[in-house]
RNA sequence: GCCGCUGUGGCGGAACAGGCAGACGCACUGGACUUAAAAUCCGGUGGCCUCCGGGCCGUGCCGGUUCAAAUCCGGCCGGCGGCACCA
């Protein structure tokens, strides 16, 4: 008999099902479709660390679970290629990011192969090839012929320095004063941290980042906030997703109040307020340093040079240190202008501040110190009159933002405030109105390693457009919502790139480096264009589309991966939307998923897609820490490579650890001492072979045992209980060891081990039991319920609540028929001191007898 | 600060839906085999006490509900993750 070989045989059979194309998904098929899909991974230069293959082993025992039920799987991969830490790399090794792309992917490659993951590789995308981008570049038409996708000023971050225009995670907050090492107590860390003031810094060359206003493209995510959260419900994902998402779009519901300023009564000031029921605590009103009225009451404001000066200090500031400094209340009074309470009547200051945010609601707000905590703490700074207007609790430290009854509130005093709000709302003329926090997604980046955006600018056009009235209908005609910019003082009309002439291919550069222009400017070739509109010579946009657009559809190209003619065929759609599972890390519960879903409502509505959500269910992988329990990082030096678990055991033994370590949803720390284990069960599964018994001569408690495992092993899958299904396993060759089995129920053992280590089980299906088609075409074995219901079971007898004996009986005695095999016990009769008061039997489980 | 998750032996973890806490594995340990070691196989392993029959305690802490609590309820403490002035 040899011995178990595991590099002698994993790769033999991941040949073998590679060249008969064993997983490929079937489009035609007849078979119920099931579709599963796991996030496609980022090829970094680093390569696979062990935290990826958790989810990949997870959905390949599924797949192949599920496969084995009877349906049609579609479960493949893909490579998320673009992005910035790939050009950073690029640059720093001085090759170009196309390189090193490729080099990457086919490492990753390699690395998931080795695992013997069931894939359909036909169906396996890149999105940095020009006949996958081409379908995002198509996407991007759609959404701008829609008016979904515009132009807009926004904040980006800014290196003076670099002259570019940094990603949030490219600038480091760096504290002033230097953190002492030597520290241990991890509180009093946290405490110093929070002392020092903090600034964002270039990653590069650690100069502070500034906030600039630069034109960017959005895509009009907003449009669809209410159907995001609405259609949230009755999906299978986890709550804490749901929640998470819920949060993000963050609706609340309020009324928009208008502020007329005392001597000028044409200029309002608007609010959005979710508690018009406090109005007549309005005490001052407060407007965001970005607010446009500012401006305009310049002449008006007194003091404008401090005022001016304020707000030029709140603009540069970057995001990080407005959320450090959150809390510490500053701001200036608008002096010489005042605002009129409408519910009151009576005069109240206005104010500047940053705690109030350009980008939400009105960007002004109506501050009630007595009911709003914010409002609270800057009244007491700037001592500012604080009303109170609803009866609850006291205001003396703090603000009550309960509801209740109001006061000092006129005609509405003792009035209920949930109903006031609206009441007085009419009463000042106020709208209803309902607020999202969720805000536009911005898409440009000015970057080179991305998705050229399909977009032309054409001075020519414009100069046309303004001068006669025909253009103008002969855009009308193209149907799209045109739109015109500005670039460098100079107006542009804004022409969508033909879809005939999709992609526009992402050049080869000389040099990749940032130079205050995106890197597509400095390529004289790619930056200008004929006008596909009136011929003239116009410029290309040359920023590059965030990737996130890249992976908001990918899992619709998976279903038609070669279509030259559309993204995906709909019949093709049809069959296999929607995702029927997706296993993904927490980390991609908000932007991914919440991305994935706008796109896939909007092409629905276009009228490409036959469903709404994308997702029917999901689940999550919980991070695999480093030994130390501290998340793997280079710098920690905790990292695990894969390949050195699976060249010492063996794809199987490992792939067996993974799901045996743990929830999958739970982070759990790497101990590579376990593997040993797992390899041991292996090769006493291998051994087993010495014991097979002649056809006729079958065990049959060896085929109750085999039903018992067939349900609970089966089950445990279904539920994505891996660990203890892999534990079931070894319990079931545990029980079998002192049995002969013959090879018919033999090969239901493998059966059931067969999504677990497909590579060994396949082995002795094939090599040792003689079968000549694969183990992996087999069905999941059915368990027989007679068998199982002649089992007997272990009885707990309890008197009163403690377990005094337990006993071996047949499924299904009576209370009577369990009270008298058991009362005549010395073990039970030992504690009856006297009458037994109450029984409670549960059958099959436990009897308990109170005395 | 707010929100979410989480706390079980030396370790990873198990325990349907309130019903034997610690399955399964690792590590450790006793034995068999061996000249020896490795591998393999058989056994032990929560703590304390024991007259060796067993008894008591035990799932972060305190209290409650129940015949019965790791599981349900109230309060507290620790760990992890997310959000962060959203009017």
């Known amino acids: 008999m040899s011995k178990y070989n595991p590099k002698k045989i994993e790769h033999k059979w991941q040949r073998y099902w590679g060249d008969k194309k064993l997983f490929r998904a079937d489009d035609s098929s007849n078979k119920p479709k099931y579709y599963q899909l796991e996030t496609f991974p980022y090829p970094s230069a680093a390569g696979l660390h062990v935290g990826h293959p958790k989810g990949y082993i997870a959905e390949d025992v599924h797949a192949r679970y599920v496969r084995m039920s009877g349906k049609e799987v579609l479960y493949t991969m ?16 001085g090759k170009s990011p196309q390189e090193v792309a490729e080099a990457n992917i086919k490492n990753f490659r390699r690395q998931v192969k080795m695992f013997g993951l069931s894939y359909d590789w036909d169906r396996e995308i890149n999105t940095s090839e020009p006949e996958y981008y081409k379908w995002t570049q198509w996407l991007f038409l759609q959404l701008y012929k829609a008016g979904m996708a515009y132009q807009k000023l926004s904040k980006v971050n800014w290196c ?8 949030n995670e490219q600038v480091l907050h760096k504290t002033q004063n230097t953190k002492h090492k030597t520290q241990t107590n991890s509180k009093s860390q946290t405490q110093n941290l929070k002392n020092e003031e903090s600034v964002g810094v270039c990653e590069r060359c650690e100069t502070p980042v500034i906030q600039k206003e630069m034109k960017q493209w959005f895509f009009k995510i907003t449009d669809y906030a209410d159907r995001l959260l609405t259609d ?24 928009v109040i208008n502020f007329e300023i005392s001597k000028y009564r044409n200029i309002e000031i608007s609010v959005f307020t979710t508690r018009p029921d406090t109005l007549f605590g309005t005490t001052y009103l407060v407007l965001s340093p970005e607010h446009g009225l500012i401006e305009n009451l310049k002449f008006k404001i007194e003091n404008w040079d401090e005022v001016s000066k304020y707000i030029e200090k709140a603009k540069i500031k970057t995001e990080l240190q407005r959320k450090e400094e959150a809390g510490e209340k500053t701001g200036i009074e608008l002096k010489g202008v005042k605002a009129i309470n409408p519910a009151t009547k009576e005069e109240i200051p206005i104010w500047v501040a940053d705690y109030v945010l350009g980008g939400y609601g009105t960007g002004a707000i109506m501050a009630v110190p007595a009911h709003d905590e914010r409002d609270f703490e800057f009244a007491k700074k700037f001592d500012l009159p604080i009303q109170k207007v609803v009866e609850g609790g006291e205001i003396s430290r703090e603000a009550y933002e309960g509801n209740g009854n109001l006061t000092n509130s006129g005609k509405f005093d003792g009035m209920d405030s949930e109903k006031a709000k609206w009441e007085i709302t009419k009463e000042v003329g106020g709208e209803r109105k309902t607020q999202y926090k969720l805000r536009d997604w911005s898409v440009s980046r000015q970057r080179y390693w991305g998705v050229p955006i399909p977009i032309i600018y054409c001075h020519k056009c414009w100069e046309t457009l303004t001068s006669k009235s025909e253009t103008l209908n002969k855009f009308k005609d193209q149907n799209f919502k045109f739109q015109t910019t500005n670039i460098d003082e100079i107006e542009y009309m804004v022409v969508p790139v033909p879809e005939k002439d999709l992609p526009v ?12 222009v995106p890197p597509l400017a400095s390529s004289k070739k790619f930056l200008d264009a004929k006008c596909p509109n009136c011929k003239n010579t116009a410029k290309r946009d040359a920023e590059t589309l965030d990737t996130f657009v890249d992976s908001s559809w990918y899992f619709l190209r998976y279903i038609d991966p070669h279509n030259k003619k559309e993204f995906a065929s709909k019949e093709k759609l049809k069959h296999w939307m929607p995702v029927d599972l997706y296993i993904i890390g927490a980390e991609h519960a908000i932007l991914h998923l919440l991305y994935a879903r706008f796109i896939s409502k909007f092409l629905h509505d276009q009228g490409y897609l036959s469903f709404k959500e994308p997702v029917l269910k ?5 991070l695999i820490l480093g030994a130390d329990r501290q998340k793997m990082s280079k710098s920690r030096g905790n990292v695990v490579n894969p390949d050195d678990v699976v060249n010492e055991v063996g794809a199987d033994a490992s792939r067996l650890y993974w799901m045996f370590m743990g929830p999958l949803e739970d982070a759990q720390p790497w101990d590579i001492k376990g593997v040993a284990g797992l390899y041991r069960f292996l090769n006493r ?7 097979l018994e002649e056809p006729g001569k079958e065990n049959r408690e060896a085929n109750k045992i085999l039903s018992k495992y067939i349900k609970e092993i089966g089950d445990d899958i279904k539920n994505m209980k891996f660990n203890t299904g892999v534990s079931g396993l070894m319990k079931l060759l545990n029980e079998l060891e002192d049995k002969w089995l013959t090879n018919k129920q033999y090969g239901t053992f493998l059966k059931l081990l067969a999504p677990f280590a497909p590579h060994i089980a396949e082995e002795l299906w094939q090599e040792v039991l003689g079968n000549k088609k694969s183990i992996h075409l087999e069905s999941w074995p059915e368990y027989d319920e007679t068998l199982l219901a002649e089992e007997t079971v272990r009885l707990v007898i309890q008197v ?11 499924k299904g005695l009576s209370e009577e028929d369990i009270k008298k095999i058991i009362l005549d016990r010395d073990n039970v009769k030992k504690y009856i001191t006297g009458t037994i008061k109450k029984v409670i039997y549960l059958q099959d489980r436990i009897i308990n007898l109170v005395v």
Not at 800 to 810: S, W
């Open 78 to 93: 893909g490579w998320d290629a673009f992005g910035l830490p790939t050009e950073n790399y690029a640059i720093k090794v």
């Open 505 to 516: 291919k992402l050049p080869k550069l000389e040099d990749y480096r940032p130079k205050g």
């Open 160 to 167: 003076l320095s670099c002259k570019t225009v940094l990603a």
């Open 618 to 622: 999901l689940r999550h992988i919980g």
């Open 800 to 810: 009163n609540g403690r377990v005094r004996d337990t006993i071996e009986v047949k």
């Open 685 to 691: 599964v291998w051994n087993f072979i010495s014991k």
């Open 232 to 255: 949230l419900e009755g999906l299978d994902w986890p709550e804490e997703t749901v929640k998470r998402q819920k949060d993000w779009i963050g609706k609340s519901e309020g009324a």
